[in-house]
């Protein structure tokens, strides 16, 4: 994009409906998305795939994209937190994506969810700051019942350990996970974030889902993510990138699943999906 004048400060995109930060256009992006934190990631995550190719890489978004058995399929990272994660998904929206599974590691508060767990989100908390400048304080935070449903289906099918529930998503990873700052620095909201949790039976924390939930709602696009429990906060354990590749691989696994739902949806002529379209062979 070099140093090129934009069309409009209002639209920053370049020739051809080039994204101002991701650096990807139309035909550049499949229609299901995974988006993991980590660009790193992208690479692991491609690597699963039948085929893939790097299409861009720019600040914290790196994208690929290939098949995964049969299904055309990309990858594009975020960064931490929910700010980037929305210009990811305005951006990627705006290429022809509609479908989003976030690949990501998360803080576990329960006893039972240790390192290397899976935790596929139905719905976040919307403890970050983007969220409130797209929707009013009461609007849910929540995944697409389908695409969990692929996702459950995917973990089950791996074999792989997982819950189903909320997380909460933070702008911060250390007050805001209740977690001491520089020196030891706390305040009584970070010493209850924990317990606060714990009570409303949140399963843990992570920074983009929330974000990622809220805008997806919003733009009528669907939504998932499957998280790898890396730390504990109740035992005190923390395994770096424990299960990030049962993530990685459960995440491909429920887009070939959900994109197996959406033709068998669409030959029928149904809108919304439901269990038994899935079953029956007719
Ligand atoms: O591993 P990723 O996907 O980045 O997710 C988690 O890890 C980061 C914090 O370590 C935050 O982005 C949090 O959401
Ligand atoms: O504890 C954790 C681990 C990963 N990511 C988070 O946001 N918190």
Not at 52 to 72: D, F, I, N, Q, S
Not at 106 to 113: A, F, P
Not at 182 to 187: E, K, L, N, Q
Not at 193 to 203: H, K, N, W, Y
Request: charged share 25%; proline share 5%; glycine share 12%.
């Amino acid at each position: 994009m070099g140093d090129e004048r934009l069309r409009s400060a209002a639209r920053p995109e370049g020739e051809e409906g080039l994204q101002y930060h991701l650096r990807v256009k139309r035909g550049d992006v499949a229609r299901y998305v995974l988006l993991p934190g980590d660009p790193e990631r992208t690479d692991l995550i491609a690597r699963l795939w039948d085929e893939a190719r790097l299409v861009a890489h720019h600040r914290e978004y790196r994208t690929w994209t290939g098949r995964y058995k049969g299904v055309p399929i990309s990858v594009t990272s975020t960064g931490i937190g929910s700010p980037s994660t929305a210009i990811a998904v305005e951006e990627l929206l705006r290429v022809g994506a509609e479908t989003f599974i976030r690949v990501g590691t998360m803080g576990g508060i329960r006893d039972d969810l240790r390192p290397g767990t899976l935790v596929i989100g139905s719905a976040a908390v919307r403890m970050e700051g983007t969220s409130g400048q797209y929707a009013p304080p009461g609007f849910p935070a929540a995944a697409s019942y389908d695409v969990v449903a692929a996702l459950v289906e995917a973990a089950e099918t791996l074999g792989v350990r997982y819950k189903v529930g909320i997380v909460a998503s933070t702008d911060s990873f250390y007050l805001g996970q209740g977690r001491p700052g520089f020196r030891g620095y706390m305040t009584p909201a970070a010493s209850d974030v924990i317990p606060q949790l714990r009570s409303a039976g949140a399963l843990g924390f992570e920074m983009e889902a929330s974000a990622l939930f809220t805008l997806s709602q919003l733009y009528g696009a669907r939504a998932g993510c499957v998280c790898a429990v890396v730390a504990n906060r109740v035992s005190g354990e923390f395994v770096v990138n424990a299960g990030v590749e049962d993530a990685a691989r459960v995440a491909s696994e429920a887009v070939a699943i959900l994109a197996r739902w959406d033709r068998e949806r669409e030959r029928r002529g149904k809108k919304w999906f439901y269990p038994g379209l899935a079953c029956r062979r007719t």
